[in-house]
C-alpha cells in the first residue's frame, strides 16, 4: 500500500466507448501526475497538476481528458480510443517543494482498447 | 530541462551474480537522484535515493553513490536473488517553474535465473 489508490485495475473498452480511470491520494501532497507506460517505451508523462491546476500537458491527443478537482483526486476521462493507446496508465503523487521527496505510484490500470 | 540516461536492457545474470545498472544525469544544479522498482503487474515504489555529491543510498542490499564528478549514480548490488528480477528507473527531481518534478530514465529490466 503505497498511499495512492488506482481503479479500476483493469480495463477493456470499444474504441467507441467512454470511460475514467480514478485516482486518490490521502498524504497531503500538492501535485499528481499521468503517466502512460507501453511495453517496450520510456515511461511517458502526460499531464502534471499542481494544486488542482494543470501546469504540464505533453502533447497528449484530446481524447485524453484530465480532470482535478481537489488535490487529493484525478481522473482520466477516455473517449474514442484507438488500439495504440492500450498500455498501463499510472498515477504518481508528490510534493513539489523540496527536491529531496520522492513520488508515490499508484499500482496502475491496465487498459486494453478493442 | 534535466534529465537522466540510463543502460538498456534487459540485464540477465544468474543468482548470486554482481549487479550494475549505469545511469548519468544532465542537471544545470545538483538535483537529488533516486532508484525506483517496478515489480510485475505493480507501480514504482521508491528503492533509495541520495540528496548530494557523494551521499550513498541503499536498501535491501541495493547501494547506489551519488559522483558529482562523473555526474552518475549507477545501482549495483552485490548477491542478486530471483526475486529481484523487476524494471529499475533511475530519476532526479528537475526544478520547472518553481516546482520540483519527478524526471524517470527509461528503465532497465533485470532478469534474475536460477
Known amino acids: 500500500e503505497t498511499g495512492v489508490t488506482q481503479t479500476p485495475r483493469h480495463l477493456v473498452m470499444g474504441m467507441t466507448n467512454k470511460k475514467s480511470l480514478k485516482c486518490e491520494q490521502h498524504?497531503?501532497?500538492?501535485?499528481m501526475y499521468w503517466y502512460k507506460q507501453s511495453a517496450k517505451k520510456p515511461l511517458e508523462l502526460m499531464f502534471v497538476?499542481?494544486?488542482?491546476?494543470?501546469?504540464e500537458n505533453n502533447s497528449v491527443p484530446s481524447r485524453f481528458s484530465p480532470e482535478c478537482p481537489n488535490s487529493s483526486h484525478l481522473f482520466l476521462h477516455l473517449h474514442t480510443l484507438q488500439p495504440e493507446d492500450s498500455a498501463l496508465y499510472l498515477c504518481?503523487?508528490?510534493?513539489?517543494?523540496?527536491?529531496?521527496?520522492?513520488?508515490?505510484f499508484g499500482q496502475g490500470t491496465r487498459l486494453t482498447v478493442v | 530541462g534535466d534529465s537522466v540516461t540510463q543502460m538498456e536492457g534487459p540485464v540477465t545474470l544468474s543468482e548470486e551474480a554482481f549487479l550494475t545498472i549505469n545511469c548519468t544525469y544532465t542537471a544545470t544544479g545538483y538535483p537529488s537522484l533516486f532508484w525506483y522498482v517496478q515489480y510485475p503487474g505493480e507501480g514504482l515504489q521508491l528503492l533509495l535515493k541520495a540528496t548530494k555529491a557523494d551521499d550513498k543510498g541503499s536498501n535491501k542490499g541495493f547501494e547506489a553513490t551519488y559522483r558529482k564528478e562523473t555526474t552518475s549514480f549507477h545501482l549495483e548490488k552485490g548477491s542478486v536473488q530471483v526475486s529481484d528480477s523487476a524494471v529499475y528507473f533511475c530519476?532526479?527531481?528537475?526544478?520547472?517553474?518553481?516546482?520540483?518534478?519527478?524526471?524517470f530514465g527509461r528503465g532497465t529490466s533485470l532478469i534474475v535465473h536460477p
Open positions: 530519476a532526479l527531481s528537475d526544478k520547472r517553474g518553481g516546482s520540483y518534478i519527478p524526471t
Open positions: 497538476y499542481n494544486f488542482k491546476e494543470q501546469t
Open positions: 504518481a503523487s508528490s510534493h513539489t517543494g523540496s527536491a529531496n521527496t520522492e513520488a508515490f
Open positions: 498524504l497531503g501532497h500538492n501535485a
